[in-house]
DNA sequence: ATAAATTTTTAGATAACTCTAAAAATTTAT
DNA sequence: ATAAATTTTTAGAGTTATCTAAAAATTTAT
C-alpha cells in the first residue's frame, strides 16, 4: 500500500506533536502544524482513520496506530538520510537542507534509501543531531544527553544536537561554529540573566539562556 | 513560477513527442505515451496553453512554447543527472533506474541539481548513452555516431547509447555485456536473417537484426 | 464527393484535498 | 451551575486531474 505526500505530512505531523506531548493530539495542533484549517484536518483525519492509520475520536485527539507509527518513522528516517546526503556529499550547511529534504524524504523506493543510507555508511544521527531510526524503525539512542543549561560550571562536553531547529537558531549557531561534534568547556554563569561563558575553539564566547536551553550536550566522562 | 508534477509530466511527453515527430503533436499520442485518455489530454493542454506553455490549436496537436522547451529540459536534466546518480553512486543497475528517476526528476531545487552535476563530474551522458542538457539548455552532441546496423564489416567502435530504451532491451545487453563504452568490431553478417557477428570483450557473440538497430556506435576513427 | 472510420472535443461526473461559515461540543471562568 | 469563550465538527463549495459517453470535426476509402 502506497499513501499520498499529504496523507504522510499528516503522519509525520501526528508523530511528532505526540511525542512531544504525549497525550493525543487536537485537531487544532495539527492544522497550526501543517498550516492549514481546523476543518481541513477533520476531514483527512476521519481518511486515515478509516485506512487504519491513526486512531481518532470526536473532540478527543488522533493518535497513531502501529501502522501509522511504520509510516511516519519511515519517513523520518527518509528525510534525516537525504539530510546527512546533502550535508556530507553536497556540501550543503545544516541550515538549508530542510526544504529540500522535505522534498525527498516522500521518494517512494525501500531499495533507494537503504543504498543511501550503506552509501552514507550507515549515519546514526542527521546533521542536527538527531537520531536516524534504522531499516526496522528503532532509534539510536545517546547516553548522557543533557541541554547545555543543565552542565555544570567547569563541565565538559561535545555538541551533539539542537532542540530547537528554525534557520534562525541554526544559522545564529553556524556564525559561532557551535556545530555538531565540537568540544565545548562551561566556564562561568551571569546570574544577571542566566547567560554563559563557554570555550569553544579555544577561545571563550558568552551565549545567552535561550541558546543554552536550546543546545544538547554529551558530557564529557 | 512552479508547476505539477503532471504538467512538467505533460510537458516532458510533449518534447520527446514533438522531437520524434518533428510535427504538432496529437490528443491521441500523448494520451498513449502518458497512458491516460484523450479528453483528459485536451484538459490539460487547454490548462497549459492558457499559462503559454504549450500552442495548441483544436484538432490541429500541440506544440511547446520557448518557456514549456525550457521546463521540458530542464526535467529531462534532471532525470538524467539523477540516473547518472543512481547507477554510479549508488550500484543500481541502468535498467533498473529508470521509475526512481521519474520520481527525482521532479524534486524543486535548483540548487540541488547544480551541486548534483559538481559532485557527478559535470557528466555530458547519462547510463544510457543520452545526452545531458547543460544549465542553459544545450544538448551535448555526439560526432560520429551511427547504429550498429550502419556499420561495415571490419569496422570497429565503441557503445554510446541505445535508441530502445524498455526494461527488456537493457537486461539483455546487460547479459551480454554490451554496455556503453564497450569497445566492438563486426566481424561478420549472415545474409539470411542479417543478424551479425561481433567481437566484445575478446569473444565473439552473434545478434540479431533488432538489436543492431537499437545500439548507438561512435565509429573508430 | 460522399460515406465510413477515426480522432478529437465537449459535457457531465468523480475523487482528493482544501476552504469558509455556521452549528455543535467542550472547556473555562464566574 | 451556568454563561462565555474556545475548540471541533458539519455543510457546502472550489480546485485539480481524471474518467465515460456522446457529439463534432477530420481523415480515409470507395
Not at 496523507?7 to 498550516?35: D, G, H, M, P, R
Not at 563557554?198 to 551565549?207: A, G, H
Request: glycine share 4%.
Amino acid at each position: 500500500m502506497s499513501y499520498t505526500r499529504t496523507e504522510e505530512n499528516y503522519l509525520k505531523a501526528i508523530f511528532s506533536l505526540y511525542n512531544k506531548e504525549n497525550k493525543a493530539v487536537s485537531t487544532n495542533t495539527i492544522a497550526k502544524k501543517l498550516k492549514t484549517k481546523p476543518s481541513s484536518v477533520t476531514d483527512m483525519v476521519k481518511k486515515l482513520s478509516n485506512k487504519d492509520l491513526v486512531k481518532y475520536e470526536k473532540y478527543k485527539g488522533v493518535t497513531l496506530t502501529k501502522k501509522g507509527t511504520d509510516i511516519a518513522v519511515t519517513i523520518i528516517r527518509n528525510h534525516r538520510i537525504w539530510e546527512v546526503f546533502l550535508v556530507e556529499k553536497l556540501g550543503y550547511k545544516w541550515d538549508e537542507v530542510h526544504e529540500i529534504a522535505e522534498q525527498l524524504e516522500h521518494i517512494k523506493s525501500d531499495e533507494l534509501i537503504d543504498r543511501m543510507d550503506e552509501f552514507l555508511d550507515n549515519p546514526k544521527f542527521d546533521p542536527h543531531g538527531d537520531p536516524i531510526p534504522d531499516k526496522t524503525g528503532k532509534f539510536a539512542e545517546r547516553k548522557k544527553a543533557v541541554l547545555l543549561s543543565e552542565l555544570e560550571i567547569k563541565e565538559e562536553g561535545i555538541i551533539v544536537g539542537v532542540k530547537n531547529t528554525s534557520n534562525d537558531f541554526l544559522q545564529y549557531l553556524e556564525e559561532k561554529t557551535l556545530t555538531i561534534g565540537k568540544e565545548i568547556k562551561v566556564t562561568k554563569e551571569f546570574e544577571f540573566d542566566k547567560s554563559r561563558n563557554l570555550v569553544v575553539n579555544e577561545r571563550v564566547i558568552t551565549i545567552s539562556k535561550e541558546v543554552c536551553n536550546n543546545l544538547i550536550i554529551e558530557k564529557r566522562p
